[in-house]
């Protein structure tokens, strides 16, 4: 079974810095394109940063970039998402998402095959 499980959210003040953990199973990450979304309330969920299985393609959203980093740690087959400089518009539930394929394309939910459960992330002071 294809599964993927977030840890690490939380209430951070502005400025602050989280780490995102998305522990995969049923897979390895060389497998599938792997990346973080994240949704708020009222709002479409989004691809906030996307990396293909060989881990040469990344992609972040416009609002994140020198902010986020997206990495792997393969011996445990684990992503991460290092958010740092937050911002209250950064608060939302991220997803950590198994694309179907080892390329994503475009960072979209639509191209996605396994979610996490997610994880609340909060920013304020």
């Known amino acids: 079974q294809l599964q993927v499980v977030e840890s690490g959210g939380g209430l951070v003040h502005p400025g602050g810095s989280l780490r995102l953990s998305c522990a995969a199973s049923g897979f390895t990450l060389d497998d599938y394109a792997i990346g973080w979304f994240r949704q708020a309330p009222g709002k479409e969920r989004e691809g906030v940063s996307c990396?293909?299985?060989?881990?040469?393609?990344?992609f972040y959203t416009d609002s994140v970039k020198g902010r986020f980093t997206i990495s792997r740690d393969m011996a445990k087959n684990t992503l991460y998402l290092q958010m740092t400089n937050l911002k209250p518009a950064d608060s939302a539930k991220y997803y950590c998402?198994?694309?179907?394929?080892?390329?994503?394309?475009?960072?979209?939910?639509?191209?996605?095959?396994?979610w996490g459960q997610g994880t609340l992330v909060t920013v304020s002071s």
């Open positions: 990396v293909s299985d060989t881990g040469n393609v990344i």
């Open positions: 998402a198994r694309f179907r394929t080892q390329q994503f394309g475009l960072c979209a939910p639509s191209r996605v095959g396994t």
